[in-house]
């Protein structure tokens, strides 16, 4: 499903923590951390969203608040793996993808190519990929559909000799997203040290909220969230999008 970038912001900022399934935000407070919509502009995407099952809008006496749909939490999983449970509790098995004879629908498993890197595996070297646990079933009916037979799929678990940690550390660009990662929750920790309240948020202080979600948004893109399997001790994306979500639910 295409999202586009104003409906990934949104979806973000409804992300519930870690210790719960559902939170509400009010809808006033959410309206106020887009200051590039109108009011109107708000509710639209907002309409919009709830349209596609994204998002629940709910109104109860004065009181008006969203929240995130399961859909709605699928979706951002298959678009930022960084903040999906089930990554963040990867154990470190992998699924390896070898190509070995292309079909004549794809003679050079460009489709396949195509396919892997929108589910950001991680090429090992030409025509072999690792994948973080199991392959999502998506993917697995679609291989079943174009490549019987022209690619083996198996589980790695432990390896006999050598590791996988040095070229997924460097393949993943760990050490720049950590960095990102830590430049941007450092200005958040100091932005949220002049707040006590998200109505009273001054335009300077939005366009500085704004200007750091993008930010953050850019970074999760290109994130395949192993770093917290890897350096478990540092900053990495899900634990800074709940700081963003601080200043939301102030």
């Given at each position: 499903m295409?999202?586009?970038?104003?409906?990934?912001?949104?979806?973000?900022?409804?992300?519930?923590?870690?210790?719960?399934?559902?939170?509400?935000?009010?809808?006033?407070?959410?309206?106020?951390?887009?200051?590039?919509?109108?009011?109107?502009?708000?509710?639209?995407?907002?309409?919009?969203?709830?349209?596609?099952g994204?998002?629940?809008?709910?109104?109860?006496?004065?009181?008006?608040?969203?929240?995130?749909?399961?859909?709605?939490?699928?979706?951002?999983?298959?678009?930022?793996?960084?903040?999906?449970?089930?990554?963040?509790?990867w154990?470190?098995?992998?699924?390896?993808?070898?190509?070995?004879?292309?079909?004549?629908?794809?003679?050079?498993?460009?489709?396949?190519?195509?396919a892997?890197?929108?589910?950001?595996?991680?090429?090992?070297?030409?025509?072999?990929?690792?994948?973080?646990?199991?392959?999502?079933?998506?993917?697995?009916?679609?291989?079943h559909?174009?490549?019987?037979?022209?690619?083996?799929?198996?589980?790695?678990?432990?390896?006999?000799?050598?590791?996988?940690?040095?070229?997924?550390?460097?393949?993943?660009?760990?050490?720049?997203?950590?960095?990102?990662?830590?430049?941007?929750?450092?200005?958040?920790?100091?932005?949220?040290?002049?707040?006590?309240d998200?109505?009273?948020?001054?335009?300077?202080?939005?366009?500085?909220?704004?200007?750091?979600?993008?930010?953050?948004?850019?970074?999760?893109?290109?994130?395949?969230?192993?770093?917290?399997?890897?350096?478990?001790?540092?900053?990495?994306?899900?634990?800074?999008?709940?700081?963003?979500?601080?200043?939301?639910?102030?």
């Amino acid at each position: 499903m295409a999202i586009k970038t104003q409906s990934q912001r949104l979806l973000l900022l409804l992300f519930p923590g870690d210790t719960r399934e559902t939170s509400f935000v009010s809808f006033a407070s959410a309206q106020s951390l887009f200051p590039q919509l109108t009011p109107a502009g708000f509710r639209s995407l907002v309409s919009h969203l709830q349209a596609k099952g994204l998002l629940h809008h709910e109104r109860v006496g004065t009181r008006s608040q969203l929240y995130l749909s399961e859909l709605g939490k699928t979706t951002l999983f298959s678009l930022f793996p960084a903040i999906d449970p089930a990554r963040l509790k990867w154990t470190g098995s992998w699924a390896c993808l070898v190509f070995q004879v292309a079909p004549k629908s794809d003679k050079q498993f460009r489709y396949l190519r195509r396919a892997l890197v929108e589910i950001r595996a991680v090429q090992l070297t030409r025509g072999v990929y690792l994948y973080p646990g199991k392959f999502p079933p998506s993917f697995i009916e679609q291989c079943h559909r174009l490549y019987t037979g022209s690619i083996s799929i198996f589980t790695v678990g432990t390896l006999q000799f050598g590791s996988f940690r040095p070229i997924v550390i460097e393949k993943g660009e760990m050490k720049t997203l950590q960095e990102l990662y830590s430049g941007i929750s450092s200005e958040l920790t100091s932005l949220l040290g002049h707040l006590s309240d998200t109505a009273l948020l001054t335009d300077q202080q939005k366009e500085r909220f704004d200007s750091l979600f993008d930010r953050l948004l850019s970074v999760l893109r290109t994130d395949d969230g192993l770093g917290s399997y890897f350096f478990p001790e540092e900053t990495w994306g899900e634990q800074v999008l709940q700081k963003f979500r601080a200043i939301v639910l102030l």
